[in-house]
């Protein structure tokens, strides 16, 4: 089992930045993927951007160059650096772990809102 615990939402104006976090806790060997996804009112949810275990990433095409995904293995966390923050990127933004054999496991979820 994976346990995921994000911190990092906030409240915003539109242009800033805010930096996301996910700690990964549990009992497995490595977590395969990890990644961000989001959810709007009314939407579904939505892939932000993701990372393998090497360092691959893929981003959301609304968020590229914009958004950074990275993931420090030792620490069992990823991190989500958002800049450039528009109105339309407020969401429910949530932590996805992705374990080879077990399957998906996600966290709680952190609000982010962007004002304009």
């Known amino acids: 089992q994976v346990q995921l615990m994000e911190s990092g939402g906030g409240l915003v104006q539109a242009g800033g930045s805010l930096r996301l976090s996910c700690v990964a806790s549990g009992s497995f060997f490595s977590i395969n993927v990890m990644g961000w996804y989001r959810q709007a009112p009314g939407k579904q949810r939505e892939l932000v951007a993701s990372i393998s275990s090497g360092g691959s990433t893929n981003y959301a095409y609304s968020v590229k160059g914009r958004f950074t995904i990275s993931r420090d293995n030792a620490k069992k966390t990823v991190y989500l650096q958002t800049n450039s923050l528009k109105p339309e990127d407020t969401a429910v933004y949530y932590c996805?772990?992705?374990?080879?054999?077990?399957?998906?496991?996600w966290g709680q979820g952190t609000q982010v809102t962007v004002s304009s």
């Open positions: 996805n772990a992705w374990v080879r054999g077990v399957g998906d496991f």
